[in-house]
């Protein structure tokens, strides 16, 4: 295998296995689903190798970059029957990033690469559906002007929103083709009055500055900051994967989710889902949206329920491990887009391990090994020493109790915590950009947002209760202050989380902490085996 790609997966992908540590855990994972035979739109993946090179603008990389794009999108072309920038059958892509390890939502991702104002009519004419292409239109038009062009989101927000309220709908996802059409062109407008220029029209530049711009956010301060707090140092850098566009967002029989073959926060087994209909990837893992669980989706469209679980379990067994698992479902059609180990609290992660080991997934030894890795003095279950009216209820994301003074943005968490105070981070929405403030805060508080957004999964990962989707907490637009429930809230005042009964109480709380005597016991268990097994 060389060290340039582009390596394939899908359809008729041959070659070597590939590697995390080259192509990044991201591609591993896909190439490693396309061969159990899941439904697996066709990609290609340039290496970590060039990570480095790119950032540096050693033209022997950017000249691989290029040869690699054009080489990975003709195999595209020919997997698919369509072309890049085509008025009639045009492929669309996304540009996803993916090191040797997992580092959810700390990178760059473009969707929709490939559409402009002529490819726009080719997807309306191949899906006979406008509301697709135009909405697919003006994400890409946003998202590309956000990465490649470091354009702020507040411009295209305030957009969106005052279009909202003119059309007198309830959000984007009420807009008609009408609308959306408009929108695209304005989004236009507001990127070419920022930078200068028009966004590019050619599809190959688009591509060509999706790729940079992805190898660029290994360089992002939340990237550098995450792997900072999980020592991660170490890694190379970031491939590039660049991927058939599935569509979540074509109609009442689409949508994007994230599902957890167990349940990350306590390890019960069962599938965690977070799921929107009539939705892109980004709408899920970005948190700025309250979705749906697995009974919503199964629901509507059981098929796709029952061969997502089976999916799941299938997953679950080939990596020995519980996963992490991105898709999206097109017309009625699931794909798999990423799986990987999930992120868990040390409490999930040792119940899993117990009953892995009980289900024949683990043999012990592998599991003990695997407990090495658990902080065991983490693993206590937090619970408060009394009851205490609730004031308004969420979606648990992580489970415990917390209690701590209220700040509204990452400096005031780092400040309070450096006075040695107990800190809840209340948000409307939690962006991965505040990842310095989940490692300072107790427990994470938002408006809105789901248990399997990127930032949920972050806070889970550090072992911070989290509650998202609070439809009774409001935050004024100046981050001042706000309330709950008609409760006035302010900067430092005390406030009370639980993860367990998925209640928000205000004041302060004195806490106990149990201890899952049974799990740790069959831990203790496992070892006086292996040790007498060894003498």
Not at 177 to 189: G, S
Request: with cysteine.
């Amino acid at each position: 295998m060389n060290n340039e790609g582009p390596f394939l997966i899908g359809v008729a992908a041959a070659g070597d296995e590939l590697t995390p540590e080259l192509a990044g855990a991201k591609a591993a994972e896909l190439w490693r689903m396309s061969r159990l035979g899941l439904p697996v739109p066709p990609a290609f993946v340039l290496p970590t190798t060039l990570c480095g090179p790119a950032n540096r603008q050693e033209p022997a990389a950017l000249a691989s970059i290029e040869r690699g794009l054009r080489k990975g999108i003709e195999w595209l072309e020919k997997a698919t029957g369509r072309r890049l920038g085509d008025t009639r059958m045009p492929l669309l892509v996304s540009v996803r990033s993916g090191a040797a390890h997992s580092m959810p939502g700390m990178m760059s991702t473009i969707l929709d690469a490939g559409l402009n104002d002529r490819s726009v009519h080719g997807l309306i004419g191949l899906t006979g559906n406008p509301r697709l292409a135009w909405d697919s239109y003006r994400r890409f038009v946003q998202m590309y002007s956000e990465v490649v062009e470091g354009v702020p989101a507040t411009a295209f927000e305030a957009r969106l929103a005052e279009l909202i309220r003119s059309e007198d709908v309830a959000s984007d996802r009420d807009l008609d083709p009408v609308a959306l059409e408009k929108l695209a062109h304005e989004f236009h407008d507001i990127a070419a009055r920022a930078v200068g220029r028009a966004i590019p029209a050619e599809p190959m530049q688009q591509l060509r500055a999706a790729a940079l711009a992805v190898y660029r956010s290994w360089e992002s301060r939340r990237a550098v900051e995450y792997r900072r707090l999980n020592n991660l140092e170490a890694l190379a850098g970031t491939a590039v994967t660049v991927q058939v566009m599935v569509f979540g967002n074509s109609g009442g029989r689409s949508g994007a989710g994230v599902v957890f073959s167990r349940n990350p926060a306590t390890g019960a087994k069962g599938l965690y889902a977070d799921f929107l209909f009539d939705a892109q990837g980004e709408d899920v893992v970005a948190g700025r949206r309250i979705p749906g669980d697995a009974a919503m989706l199964a629901a509507r469209l059981p098929a796709v329920a029952r061969q997502l679980a089976d999916g799941a379990s299938r997953l679950e067994r080939e990596f020995s491990d519980v996963q992490d698992i991105e898709f999206t479902v097109e017309d009625g059609r699931l794909f798999f887009l990423q799986t990987r180990s999930a992120q868990r609290t040390p409490r999930a992660a040792l119940r899993i391990l117990v009953d892995l080991v009980h289900e024949g997934v683990l043999h012990a030894d592998t599991a003990l090994a695997r407990a090495k890795e658990i902080d065991l003095d983490r693993v206590g279950i937090t619970r408060f020493v009394e009851k205490a009216p609730a004031v308004a209820t969420a979606t648990s994301a992580s489970p415990g109790v917390a209690t701590g003074r209220i700040a509204f943005d990452t400096a005031h968490a780092e400040a309070l915590a450096a006075g040695k105070e107990p800190v809840i981070l209340v948000r409307h929405d939690i962006s991965t950009e505040d990842v310095a403030g989940f490692a300072v805060a107790t427990g994470i508080l938002t408006a809105t947002g789901g248990r399997t957004a990127h930032a949920a999964v972050v806070a889970r990962q550090l072992g911070k209760v989290c509650l998202v989707g609070c439809r009774e907490l409001a935050i004024r637009a100046d981050v001042s202050g706000g309330q709950i429930a008609g409760h006035q809230i302010r900067e430092g005042d005390w406030i009370s989380l639980d993860g367990e009964a998925a209640e928000v109480s205000l004041g302060r709380r004195d806490i106990i902490i149990e201890v899952p005597q049974a799990e740790l016991a069959e831990l203790d268990a496992w070892g006086h085996r292996s040790a007498a097994t060894a003498s």
